[in-house]
């Protein structure tokens, strides 16, 4: 099993509906983090969270939300979608002190 | 804020050598990661910098200089599965990591 598994891996909708993306991960970090990922623009990191009574807003948070309901669960939230949320989003988790991520496998999310 | 700049496209041949600079602009610098991403997969993670100098893994070398701003990613005795995007990420000391738009790598027999 992955040590980072994200939910759903594909996701089609349609402008106005609320999405959810959910991540876990059984490496035992405090550390996890949401980023988006649009071709020609990299990474970008939408929220991040250090203990599950510390939630960060990233570069790019505006129409997210995060919830974090355990130590292991950091899930994405997309109020009302719209089409340019279309982009593949990764989760990440990282020991404290490190420079290493540990990404999922990703999840594709298309707003039409 | 925090901003990255490298090349946006690489090309090299099999067996060579190549490097993939990095420039960063960041207030509370703590350190610079590499990663490797495939088409359709997952970044992984190459190194990690936080003191000036080389870091060897393998095939591959990350360079650090702070007072530059400044880091390079070697990748010697290329082979073609070494072609993809290649990321460097500043972690600031906040803790958080900010990629740069990466650079495509591609290996040619």
């Known amino acids: 099993d992955a040590d980072v598994t994200q939910t759903p891996r594909n996701r089609i909708t349609k402008t106005g509906k609320r999405i959810m993306l959910e991540c876990s991960q059984t490496k035992g970090h405090d550390r996890m983090y949401w980023y988006r990922q649009d071709p020609g623009l990299g990474l970008r990191l939408i929220y991040y969270s250090f203990d599950v009574k510390d939630i960060n807003k990233g570069e790019i948070s505006d129409g997210y939300s995060v919830s974090r309901q355990a130590q292991a669960k950091f899930s994405l939230s997309l109020e009302s979608a719209i089409p340019n949320q279309t982009a593949l989003y990764f989760c990440?988790?990282?020991?404290?002190?490190?420079?290493?991520?540990?990404f999922g496998e990703g999840s594709r999310l298309t707003v039409l | 804020g925090q901003s990255l700049e490298q090349p946006s496209e690489v090309t090299a041949v099999e067996g060579a050598i190549v490097q993939i600079n990095c420039t960063y602009q960041?207030?509370?610098?703590?350190?610079l990661s590499w990663y490797q991403q495939h088409d359709g997969g997952a970044p992984t993670f190459l190194s990690y910098?936080?003191?000036?100098g080389l870091e060897e893994t393998g095939r591959f070398s990350s360079f650090l200089s702070r007072s530059d701003s400044y880091g390079y990613l070697l990748l010697q005795e290329l082979q073609m599965k070494d072609s993809a995007s290649y990321f460097c990420?500043?972690?600031?000391?906040?803790?958080?990591?900010?990629f740069g738009q990466g650079t495509t790598l591609q290996v040619k027999p």
């Open positions: 990440a988790t990282s020991a404290q002190g490190t420079g290493e991520l540990f």
């Open positions: 960041t207030s509370g610098f703590y350190g």
């Open positions: 990420a500043v972690k600031s000391n906040t803790g958080k990591l900010i």
């Open positions: 910098n936080a003191l000036d």
